[in-house]
């Protein structure tokens, strides 16, 4: 089990890409242009962001177990 001792906000990282991903939906969903554009490309950037994130302190806390 992953011990995310190096931050304590991983359940905030993961809402953050779920948010990411309800952007993404809304955006499909016939907003028009410019909101469907900025909420596709504001929900990629942010599931991109959070996941890499939360990749880099898993991976801190494996390799980092005293």
Same mark, same amino acid.
């Given at each position: 089990?992953?011990?995310?001792?190096?931050?304590?906000?991983?359940f905030?990282?993961? $809402?953050?890409?779920?948010?990411?991903? $309800?952007?993404?939906?809304?955006?499909?969903?016939?907003?028009?242009?410019?909101?469907?554009?900025?909420?596709?490309?504001?929900?990629?950037? $942010?599931?991109?962001f959070?996941?890499?994130v939360?990749?880099?302190?898993?991976?801190?806390?494996?390799?980092?177990k005293?």
């Amino acid at each position: 089990m992953v011990n995310f001792k190096y931050d304590k906000n991983a359940f905030l990282y993961l $809402a953050a890409i779920i948010a990411g991903y $309800a952007l993404i939906f809304l955006s499909e969903q016939g907003l028009g242009d410019f909101l469907g554009s900025l909420f596709f490309y504001v929900g990629v950037v $942010a599931m991109a962001f959070f996941s890499l994130v939360l990749i880099i302190f898993g991976f801190l806390s494996i390799f980092n177990k005293h």
